[in-house]
């Protein structure tokens, strides 16, 4: 059914398409061709053994700014220029498209991913008190705890035996819903001491993306046709399996939020209201009874803020901590030195004294292997957005036309589509050096950059600007 209906669609998308183009403004950028009119280059990138790869071979041939193809031949601005990024994120002109808005409210509802505008706003303000850095510190202990908890199950496996294999793609999603739990609602999970009452949330997450790799050619196009009709018609159409299973997300999570939320309320309403208490469900319960409209928060919004602190949290924090595991696993070298870093540390301080956030700073290694990790493997590699006027958009590093001209800027129409390649960015020579992509967190210790964007180490990794990831220092 699902092929007959896109093919349908696609003839009738396709002839919108011919009748209403406009006249190409991106015709004078290079870049590669697309082996499909109908597919573009979304089917390529989407099928990606290692993800950005393709990408990556694109801006050492073409630059950081090139053209190329959505679904239906629609032009589309990929774009990975220090300055051209620092634009786009520092404007309110670029907002999130239509489809990808949709999406985050399908999965965590409207909540600060699916908001813009003043809507976005009023959510930062409300949260802005739970993610200060000086909020943040107190939990360091918390972390401590919990991490000294996994450690104590990875030891028992351990015990009799000379190795065992540990799974650290099942692990750390583990220790970071228990983490969240604890310090954003005040709630054990209990994933890491077996009592677990939620473990059909866990399932959820765990299964949310298992082909988000594999989509077919029919699913590709349907989904290309979907962001060019009505909203709530495209997704009423037909549901795919991905649908299914982020609807399901959202309904495990949002009952798992409302039952800890009443919890909260029912039984520490007195501390849920002290300044003092300041566990980021604590923020959101008084958000709700804030005078100021321009920093209060409705009871389904916070629902929503709570399934996206779940999710978002959880995905980012777990994937990034097992690829630092991973290449510390590859590179014995910088294993050693971050061992040797803790053992100084530990030399000074003592084993039984529990570590402040002042002592992690003090380790400048460690924290060049976290930011060397978050450079090489962003969790999130690319952003959609869409022009809301026409524009141009400057460059630090001049691109190359198809005349040969050197070109300082891009001109763009309002509606253009835009890619933003954060790890294309993360991997640039002009930015990062020769070994861009080799791993070296070297390249962190005393070096300062010609360019300065993100929140962390230079990176885009938490994007940047009105929209950054407000939860970076968190994570």
């Known amino acids: 059914m699902l092929t007959l209906l896109v093919l349908g669609m696609s003839a009738l998308t396709l002839g919108f398409f011919i009748l209403e183009r406009r006249p190409s403004t991106l015709a004078f950028l290079r870049g590669p061709k697309p082996v499909s009119y109908l597919l573009g280059h979304e089917y390529e990138i989407s099928h990606q053994t290692d993800a950005g790869q393709l990408e990556f071979e694109w801006v050492k041939r073409y630059g950081p700014t090139i053209r190329i193809f959505g679904c239906f031949h629609e032009e589309v601005l990929m774009i990975a220029d220090p300055m051209g990024l620092q634009h786009i994120f520092q404007s309110q002109n670029y907002p999130k498209t239509r489809d990808i808005r949709l999406i985050a409210e399908r999965v965590f509802g409207k909540g600060l991913l699916w908001a813009t505008g ?15 850095t000086q909020n943040l510190k107190k939990f360091v202990p918390l972390f401590q705890e919990t991490t000294l908890q996994l450690v104590q199950k990875w030891n028992a496996r351990l015990e009799g035996n000379a190795a065992v294999v540990l799974n650290m793609a099942q692990w750390m999603p583990k220790i970071t819903l228990d983490v969240i739990g604890r310090s954003a609602f005040d709630f054990n999970f209990g994933l890491l001491d077996g009592t677990a009452d939620y473990n059909e949330l866990y399932r959820t997450m765990r299964d949310m993306f298992l082909d988000s790799k594999s989509s077919s050619t029919v699913t590709v196009l349907y989904d290309a046709i979907r962001r060019r009709i009505p909203e709530r018609f495209g997704f009423r159409m037909y549901t795919t399996k991905e649908d299914r299973r982020l609807s399901a997300f959202l309904s495990a999570a949002q009952r798992a939020a409302r039952n800890i939320l009443l919890r909260k309320q029912e039984v520490e309403m007195p501390n849920a209201n002290s300044d003092d208490d300041k566990d980021i469900l604590s923020v959101l319960i008084r958000a709700t009874k804030h005078n100021d409209h321009r920093k209060k928060l409705h009871e389904d919004e916070i629902i929503s803020q709570m399934a996206t602190i779940i999710l978002a949290g959880n995905e980012t924090t777990s994937s990034t901590m097992s690829w630092m595991l991973y290449e ?18 530990r030399a000074q301080t003592g084993c039984h004294v529990s570590l402040t956030s002042a002592h992690y700073d ?3 290694y460690f924290n060049a292997v976290i930011k060397e990790t978050l450079r090489l493997h962003p969790i999130l590699p690319i952003l959609v957005r869409e022009a809301d006027e026409h524009d141009t958009i400057p460059l630090s590093i001049l691109v190359k036309s198809k005349t040969g001209s050197l070109l300082p800027d891009v001109p763009i129409r309002k509606g253009q589509r835009i890619l933003l390649h954060l790890g294309a960015y993360n991997r640039l020579t002009q930015v990062w050096g020769d070994d861009a992509d080799s791993w070296n967190p070297v390249r962190f210790i005393d070096e300062k950059k010609e360019v300065v964007i993100g929140m962390y180490g230079n990176l885009a990794t938490f994007s ?12």
């Not at 510390?328 to 540390?345: C, F, G, N, W, Y």
Request: proline share 4%; glycine share 6%; with cysteine.
């Open 464 to 475: 940047g600007g009105i929209r950054s990831c407000i939860g970076w220092q968190f994570a």
């Open 362 to 364: 003090s380790m400048p």
């Open 118 to 132: 003043e809507a976005h706003q009023r959510h930062r303000r409300a949260l802005n008190p739970a993610f200060s």
């Open 328 to 345: 510390l696993s590859k590179h014995a070298d910088s294993q050693t030195r971050v061992h040797e870093e803790i053992t100084i540390l």
